[in-house]
């Protein structure tokens, strides 16, 4: 029986060589597989996980079921969690536009054209994946992360390998605190984890219900009233998993080095100019953000 297949039609310039290195950058991301024309992920619906290949091309992205036949519903589920995590709907002409004014970043326009937002639709794996990477570089938050996805996560088996979910909220909620220390988790951060999941178990703490508050102030306010989110980790989370478009996740380490490359400021503590740089991109700041972070590293030839 051949394996479904469907289509998702891309909005303007999209560069899959760039969203495909983006999902690498040799970080051994525990939740997905990248290959040379496509990426690999399990997504868990009930008491499964589909295995699904990701196909990008600069016109769609290929979705191809490898395990299962997939109901509508779970068809309409992956598609808009694909469709989100590449940030499919949004025109970047216009950011173009704003970065180009810039001569200190403009020739980011065309190094880095087609380069999508890449998120992370799952809102408690967005805040999961704050807490863990606080204070710490990302090469060891990665090695925490897949620990706390093989110890917590479910999986199935495909051609030998297996595809993991990140953890549900009601696995994490009666997490122990000794087992997470286990994983190298701080005492404070097991804390933070599981008491966020049990915000979310609760049903006090949701992606809907941070979605229906009026506006970003609003949002980062109630974000920052729960302990173990702090400025940072609400402007990421919030950036990563709703697109908010105005988030800059100020004191982050790569943010600062990139506007000192490029000469936005000299000192780290110049707040003045960091706020009158990104003023000159309302509405786009959340992208300015993402590719100040890409011009930190380059792909290896």
């Known amino acids: 029986m051949e394996n479904k297949k469907i ?6 310039l999209f560069s899959k060589q760039e969203c495909l290195w983006f ?22 619906s009930g008491d499964k996980i589909m295995v699904v290949d990701i196909h990008p091309t600069p016109e769609k992205l290929i979705l191809e079921w490898l395990t299962g036949s997939p109901s509508d519903e779970e068809i309409i589920t992956v598609v808009e969690f694909v469709s989100d995590w590449f940030d499919l709907n949004t025109d970047l002409t216009q950011f173009y536009k704003a ?13 880095y054209s087609g380069l999508r937002f890449i998120g992370m639709p799952d809102f408690f794996e967005a805040l999961a994946w704050c807490i863990i990477g606080q204070q710490i570089n990302l090469s060891f938050a990665y090695k925490v992360k897949r620990k706390l996805v093989e110890r917590y996560g479910e999986f199935t088996v495909y051609e030998g ?3 993991y979910a990140f953890p549900a909220t009601e696995i994490l909620a009666h997490a122990n605190i000794s087992d997470l220390r286990e994983l190298q988790f701080s005492e404070k951060k097991a804390q933070y984890l599981i008491a966020i999941a049990q915000l979310f178990l ?4 949701s992606k809907k219900i941070v979605q229906d508050l009026p506006d970003l102030e609003s949002r ?10 702090g400025q940072w980790t609400a402007n990421y989370a919030l950036m990563k998993s709703m697109k908010e478009p105005a988030c800059v996740p100020h004191g982050d380490v790569g943010i600062l080095k990139a506007l000192i490359n490029h000469r936005v400021i000299r000192s780290k503590e110049d707040k003045h100019s960091i706020d009158r740089f990104f003023e000159s991109f309302m509405g786009w700041q959340s992208y300015v953000v993402f590719y100040l972070w890409r011009t930190l590293s380059k792909p290896q030839e």
């Open 7 to 12: 289509e998702i039609p891309v909005t303007g």
């Open 23 to 44: 999902l690498s950058r040799d970080f051994d991301d525990c939740i997905y597989k990248i290959y040379n024309d496509r990426v690999r992920r399990g997504f868990r």
């Open 99 to 111: 970065i180009i004014a810039d001569k200190r970043i403009s020739y980011m326009a065309d190094e």
């Open 161 to 163: 390998q297996k595809y």
């Open 202 to 205: 609760n049903g006090k703490l």
């Open 220 to 229: 980062i306010k109630f974000l920052t009233g729960i302990r173990g989110i």
